[in-house]
Nanobody
Framework: QVTLIESGGGLVSAGGSLTLSCAAS????????MGWFRKTPGKERNLVAS????????YYEDTVKGRFTISRDNAKNTVSLQMDNLKSEDTGTYYC?????????????????????WGQGTQVAVSS
C-alpha cells in the first residue's frame, strides 16, 4: 500500500491562494490515478479533483472549476492542488488519495469508492 502525506494547508483570506502537495512513501504512485478530497464538519468526504496516471485527463467538482488545478510529477512521486481565488466554502480538511483500480486508465475517477489509499489530511481555512 502506498503511504500519502499532505502538506501546504493553512489560513488564507478570501481571494487568496494556496498550493497543497502530496508525497508518496513506501510505494511510488506508479500508474495509479490520484485525487484530492475535501471534508467539512457534518458532511462526507467529497472528491474535489482527480487526475489520470499520465495527466491526459482530469476531473473537477463544479464549484472549483476554473479556480483549482490538479497536477502530478510521477518522477518525483508528488501530486499538487493549486487553489486560486479561494472562497469561504473551500474551508475544510483536504485529503490526497490514490486509486489503484485506475492504474493505466485514461479516464479520471469521479467517485470516492474508486480510491483505496488515503493521506491523513491537511487543513485549509478561508476567512471572509
Amino acid at each position: 500500500q502506498v503511504t500519502l502525506i499532505e502538506s501546504g494547508g493553512g489560513l488564507v483570506s478570501a481571494g487568496g491562494s494556496l498550493t497543497l502537495s502530496c508525497a508518496a512513501s513506501g510505494q511510488t504512485f506508479g500508474n495509479y490515478a490520484m485525487g484530492w478530497f475535501r471534508k467539512t464538519p457534518g458532511k462526507e468526504r467529497n472528491l474535489v479533483a482527480s487526475i489520470t496516471w499520465s495527466s491526459q485527463a482530469t476531473y473537477y467538482e463544479d464549484t472549483v472549476k476554473g479556480r483549482f488545478t490538479i497536477s502530478r510529477d510521477n518522477a518525483k512521486n508528488t501530486v499538487s492542488l493549486q487553489m486560486d481565488n479561494l472562497k469561504s466554502e473551500d474551508t475544510g480538511t483536504y485529503y490526497c488519495a490514490a486509486a489503484s483500480s485506475y492504474r493505466g486508465s485514461y479516464i479520471a475517477p469521479t467517485q470516492a469508492y474508486e480510491f483505496d489509499s488515503w493521506g491523513q489530511g491537511t487543513q485549509v481555512a478561508v476567512s471572509s
